[in-house]
C-alpha cells in the first residue's frame, strides 16, 4: 500500500462535506483521490473545496480504482451494505456510515465479507470519540457513581431536512425505502451504540414505542418513517434505563446522557460549560470542563476519519467494528419490533449466519 492512505468518497453529502473530507484533508497520512455522487454537481463542489483529482462517472468506477486504498460510504442507508460489499469484494478498506445497514442480514454479511477479505470495517458511530463520552467513560470504571443502576439518554433534534443536501421534506431521510428507519435509525442508533460503550454490557431486551407524530413529506402527507421513539432498554447485566431519539425537539437539541449509580449521578453533555458533571449521593460536586458533544449546529471533528486511517496503517482491528455497528442495528431492529407487537423484545445480538459471495482466490488468509 502507499505510504498515504489514498482514499475515495461514496457520497459527496453533509457528512462528507461537514466530517469525512474536511477531517481527512487534514491527516498527513490521507490522501483524498476520488468521489462519486449520482448528483453530479455535489461531488465535483467536494472535489473544488479539496482539491480531489477525480470525479468518477459510476460506482463502479470508483469502486473499481486500482490507486484507491479506501472508501468512506455516506450514501442514503439503503445503499450502505450494497456499496460496501462491493467495495470490501474490490480490495478496499472502509469506513461506512451508521446506521450499517438496513437489515441484521445485510450487516453480518458485510462483517462476513471484511473477515474473508482481510480488510477494515469500521462503522462511523462518532459518539464515542466525544469528550465528554471518553471521559464519562473512564470515571465510570474507576467507580466514581459506584455500580450503575439506570440511565437516560437522548438524542433529539429538529429533523435532518436542515442538514441534508436534500435540503427540504422531500428529503430522502423521510423515505421508508432510503432510510429504512427515521429518528430511531438516524439519532437513536448513536445511543444504542454508546449505551454499551460507556456501561461495558450490551443491550439485552427493549420496549418501545415509535411514531410519525408531526413531520410530513413534500405532498405533504405524514413521513413513511418515525419522528420520535422513547424506548425502555435493558442491559445484560440488568441495568434499566430509558432511550429517547426525536426529529421534533423544535427550538434545541437535546445530545445529553445522565447516568445513576450508587454513588451518584452523572450528567453528560447537558451543561455548556462542564460537559461532564458529577453529583455523589454525599453531597460533592464534581465539574470537568473536557469539550463539547457534537450537535447539527456546533460541529465537533469527530475523530473518527484519523482514527481509520490510524486502523489501516498500523493494521489495528477498528475499535468501532462491524460487530458493535451490527448490535446497535439489532437494538434499533428490537425497538422497531416491539412498537409493532407490543411485546417486549429480545434483542439479536448475535449475527445471524450468512452465505457471502466471495471467491476463495479473493480471500485473504486472516490472521
Ligand atoms: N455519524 C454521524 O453523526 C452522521 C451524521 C449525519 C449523517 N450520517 C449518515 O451519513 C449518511 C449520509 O448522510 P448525509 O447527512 O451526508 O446525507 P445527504 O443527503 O446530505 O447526502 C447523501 C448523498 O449521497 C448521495 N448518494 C445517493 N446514492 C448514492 C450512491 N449510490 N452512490 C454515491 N452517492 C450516493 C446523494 O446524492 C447525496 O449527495 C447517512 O447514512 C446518515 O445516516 C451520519
Not at 35 to 46: H, M, Q
Not at 83 to 93: M, V
Not at 283 to 295: D, I, P, R
Amino acid at each position: 500500500m502507499s505510504k498515504k492512505v489514498r482514499f475515495g468518497f461514496l457520497g459527496a453529502g453533509s457528512i462528507v462535506i461537514h466530517r469525512h473530507a474536511l477531517e481527512l484533508s487534514t491527516n498527513e497520512d490521507a490522501e483524498l483521490v476520488a468521489v462519486y455522487d449520482p448528483i453530479k454537481s455535489r461531488a465535483e463542489s467536494l472535489a473544488k473545496t479539496y482539491g480531489i483529482k477525480k470525479v468518477a462517472s459510476s460506482e463502479e468506477e470508483l469502486i473499481n480504482d486500482k490507486s484507491l486504498d479506501a472508501i468512506v460510504v455516506a450514501t442514503p442507508n439503503s445503499e450502505h451494505a450494497r456499496l460496501t460489499i462491493a467495495a470490501l469484494k474490490a480490495g478496499k478498506h472502509v469506513l461506512c456510515e451508521k446506521p450499517m445497514a438496513t437489515t441484521l442480514e445485510d450487516a453480518a454479511k458485510m462483517i462476513e465479507t471484511a473477515k474473508a477479505m482481510g480488510k477494515k470495517l469500521m462503522i462511523g458511530h462518532n459518539q464515542c470519540l466525544m469528550a465528554p463520552h471518553l471521559k464519562a467513560k473512564k470515571l465510570i470504571k474507576e467507580g466514581i457513581i459506584g455500580d450503575v443502576l439506570t440511565f437516560r439518554t437522548s438524542f433529539c433534534h429538529g429533523g435532518p431536512e436542515t442538514w441534508s443536501q436534500d435540503k427540504g421534506n422531500h428529503t430522502w431521510f423521510f423515505k421508508k425505502e432510503k432510510a429504512y428507519v427515521g429518528s430511531m435509525g438516524d439519532l437513536g442508533v448513536h445511543k444504542a451504540y454508546l449505551i454499551p460503550f460507556l456501561l461495558g454490557t450490551d443491550i439485552d431486551e427493549v420496549a418501545a414505542f415509535i411514531a410519525t407524530m408531526d413531520k410530513k413529506n413534500e405532498k405533504g402527507k405524514p413521513i413513511t418513517v418515525d419522528d420520535n421513539a422513547v424506548c425502555i432498554l435493558k442491559m445484560a447485566n440488568g441495568v434499566i434505563g430509558q432511550l429517547t431519539a426525536s426529529w421534533t425537539f423544535y427550538g434545541g437539541e437535546d445530545n445529553s446522557t445522565t447516568i445513576i449509580g450508587t454513588k451518584g449521578r452523572m450528567v453528560l453533555g447537558a451543561n455548556p460549560d462542564y460537559q461532564v458533571e458529577v453529583f455523589g449521593a454525599d453531597g460533592t460536586e464534581s465539574l470537568y470542563k473536557v469539550g463539547a458533544v457534537a450537535t447539527n449546529t456546533v460541529q465537533v471533528s469527530s475523530g473518527i476519519p484519523d482514527l481509520f486511517v490510524e486502523c489501516i496503517l498500523n493494521d489495528m482491528e477498528p475499535p468501532f467494528d462491524g460487530l458493535k455497528g451490527y448490535k446497535a442495528l439489532a437494538a434499533v431492529v428490537a425497538c422497531m419490533e416491539c412498537a409493532k407487537t407490543g411485546k417486549i423484545t429480545k434483542v439479536q445480538n448475535v449475527p445471524p449466519k450468512v452465505k457471502i459471495d466471495v471467491p476463495r482466490a479473493c480471500r485473504t488468509r486472516m490472521k
